[in-house]
């Protein structure tokens, strides 16, 4: 059945007046905010883990942005300059920074390359204070990737004398204290590094 008039329908025996009095059965929104749950937020917690490790110098590099290139070059979420890349076996920069898991495995490689290279002073220097810093593996794993091994050798070797900056300002130092103490035992030391994506 359907009404089309209030005279027709009769409604007036459903009218109100200002002074009537209503009780609801819904909840207002202040007392719905009462029963609310809140929503759970999952935020992972990679901690000193090798991912963590990765993730934060990703974070420092490009805020973790795999199609990034800066004003001198440098690509990707880890900000690769085109030598290291050749070095690790990318010899394709449009390749490289459209493909995520490329740039995973040239993190990989050139962190395994740099542990070859730093093994002896990674041992001689882990747990010494250079400069109010304490040294760790990771540290140096970090500091290598902004300045190269070669860089990280003399700046150990001279007990921070010998210091590089990139032309950003950021220095060897601040690397090694901003990424000390994370668990880098996964990388493994390998001289002919190289990044290589299974694409089966």
């Known amino acids: 059945m359907s009404f089309s008039t209030?005279?027709?329908?009769?409604?007036?025996?459903?009218?109100?007046?200002?002074?009537?009095t209503f009780e609801s059965t819904v909840p207002s929104l202040e007392e719905n905010a009462l029963f609310e749950e809140p929503a759970i937020k999952i935020i992972p917690k990679l901690g000193k883990s090798y991912i963590?490790?990765?993730?934060?110098?990703?974070?420092?590099e490009s805020r973790g942005n795999y199609k990034i290139v800066n004003q001198y070059g440098y690509m990707g979420k880890y900000q690769f300059g085109k030598g290291t890349l050749n070095l690790i076996g990318i010899h394709d920069a449009k390749l490289f920074l459209e493909?995520?898991?490329?740039?995973?495995?040239?993190?990989?490689?050139?962190?395994s390359r740099n542990k070859w290279i730093l093994i002896r002073d990674i041992a001689r220097f882990s747990g010494k204070t250079i400069?109010?810093?304490?040294?760790?593996?990771?540290?140096?794993?970090?500091?290598?990737?902004?300045?190269?091994p070669g860089s990280v050798k003399k700046y150990l070797r001279s007990w921070g004398?010998?210091?590089?900056?990139d032309a950003f300002g950021t220095?060897?130092?601040?690397?090694?204290?901003?990424?000390?103490?994370?668990?880098?035992?996964?990388?493994?030391?390998?001289r002919k590094a190289k990044a290589i994506v299974d694409r089966a």
Not at 161 to 165: D, I, L, R
Not at 171 to 187: A, E, N, P, V
């Open 99 to 111: 493909t995520p898991e490329l740039q995973e495995a040239a993190f990989y490689a050139n962190a």
């Open 131 to 148: 400069n109010g810093i304490e040294i760790t593996e990771s540290g140096i794993l970090a500091a290598a990737h902004l300045a190269g």
């Open 171 to 190: 220095t060897i130092g601040y690397y090694i204290k901003r990424f000390g103490g994370y668990d880098t035992s996964f990388i493994q030391p390998d």
């Open 6 to 20: 209030k005279k027709v329908a009769n409604l007036d025996m459903y009218a109100t007046t200002t002074n009537d």
């Open 161 to 165: 004398a010998n210091s590089f900056s």
């Open 52 to 60: 963590g490790f990765k993730e934060a110098v990703a974070f420092k």
